[in-house]
């Protein structure tokens, strides 16, 4: 047993991408060692009290939307896992699977105009580790699993993945973000396949301006997948819009005017930096003007009562079949509800979208790991988790990879 801990000890290790090989818990360090005991010594608390010099709950930033997830989102038969627990007393039950760098677009915010230099296949995933550590995560309380890219419709075997993931016992919901480009000829059968939410982007609705914006043609073809998402019976389909100022905002309200006919929810992005995506302040639209905006032009824009786990701000328009949201990342983050993570195409493993930290998954399953020392690994990294990520300017700052690499 030994060996075996010590072994994924220096797999760890090797495998920080920041060179980081201690895990930290609210500024105390927690040797790996100790993981086990921490796990079970914090359960009769339902992770608001981490043992090892850590705040309780109540102390912490993230203690009444934390503790709200963590009661409804913990699975019920199953109290004794924490491996998601983080040591702020979230409950991580949402994972993000990139499954490809590739993509058919250019986006600006997304990938820098040089391009990016892609991970060889061979250090990429195969459909057997995605299956093997999506299992991992939801017998440890994941029930929802949304997969991205890159454009994850332009991986050969999407269906395939869709329909032995879409399999797992415990697994609620199958989402995926996609660009649009490819999907409407894909989405009958990847909805046979398991696909029961789709978020589709973009960021303008005039054509000319869509080449601008992605480096490539193909507005025609977005615009007939969102069509065919609503004839498949998709309610709502999703349009994720990043609103960048002197590019797009001038549209935002053409983006709600979707929504009065069709059961929509267009949610406008704030723009976040990430390398390579020329970030700036000057091009932020802060959620707070476009709202005002939207409020300027319509009447009765209303809030929903949203989720504590809820990345979005939610609203309903006197009128309207569908719905908008607001995701506020930049202005109003939403760190204390947080119950994301994600599981890059290479096989790291990131606990927050803004942190550079990341963990490889990849190494220690090809060098033969079993699930238990994989399931250490994966709760080492939620534990050390922050409370929240750094402030707007701080970000921008900050070394993290491109939004392609990462997965949208």
């Not at 409950?91 to 391009?115: D, V």
């Not at 942190?355 to 033969?368: K, T």
């Not at 990294?381 to 070394?399: E, I, N, P, S, W």
Request: proline share 4%; charged share 25%; net charge positive.
């Amino acid at each position: 047993m030994m060996n075996m801990r010590g072994r994924v000890q220096e797999l760890v290790r090797r495998s920080l991408r920041y060179q980081k090989s201690q895990f930290w818990v609210d500024g105390s360090r927690l040797q790996f060692g100790c993981l086990t005991k921490f796990y079970h010594s914090s359960s009769s608390s339902v992770g608001c009290s981490p043992s090892i010099d850590g705040p309780s709950c109540s102390r912490s930033m993230a203690s009444t939307a934390s503790c709200a997830v963590l009661s409804e989102a913990l699975p019920k038969d199953d109290l004794s896992s924490d491996v998601l627990i983080d040591s702020f007393g979230r409950f991580h039950n949402y994972l993000r699977i990139s499954l490809t760098e590739r993509c058919n677009l250019r986006c600006q915010y997304c990938m820098p105009a040089e391009g990016v230099e892609l991970t060889p296949n061979s250090e990429l995933l195969s459909h057997e580790e995605i299956i093997r550590l999506a299992n991992l995560f939801v017998t440890s309380g994941v029930n929802k699993i949304r997969l991205t890219g890159g454009e994850p419709t332009i991986r050969k075997d999407i269906e395939d993945i869709c329909m032995s993931l879409s399999s797992i016992k415990g697994l609620r919901t199958l989402s995926m973000t996609t660009n649009g480009i490819v999907l409407a000829k894909k989405l009958p059968k990847l909805k046979e396949c398991g696909v029961n939410a789709i978020n589709i982007s973009l960021d303008t609705l005039i054509p000319a301006k869509f080449e601008f914006m992605t480096r490539r043609k193909g507005h025609e073809r977005v615009m007939a997948s969102i069509n065919a998402a609503i004839e498949l019976g998709y309610n709502p389909v999703k349009i994720n819009c990043v609103v960048m100022r002197g590019q797009n905002d001038d549209e935002i309200c053409d983006f709600v005017e979707m929504t009065r006919e069709k059961p929509i929810n267009v949610r406008f992005i704030e723009f976040m930096p990430f390398d390579g995506n020329v970030w700036n302040v000057k091009k932020l639209v802060p959620y707070a003007e476009m709202l005002d905006r939207v409020r300027q032009r319509f009447k009765n824009v209303e809030r929903l009562k949203d989720h504590p786990a809820d990345t979005a701000k939610n609203f309903t328009i006197e009128g309207h079949c569908g719905t908008i949201s607001f995701i506020t990342s930049m202005t109003e983050h939403f760190c204390a509800g947080c119950n994301r993570l994600r599981l890059l195409a290479d096989g790291n493993f990131k606990v927050c979208l803004f942190g550079p930290s990341e963990v490889s998954l990849r190494d220690p399953m090809r060098a033969g790991v079993d699930d238990l020392g994989l399931k250490e690994i994966i709760g080492a990294a939620v534990k050390r988790k922050k409370a929240a990520h750094a402030g707007m300017f701080d970000l921008a700052k900050t070394t993290n990879r491109p939004m392609i690499h990462i997965g949208g």
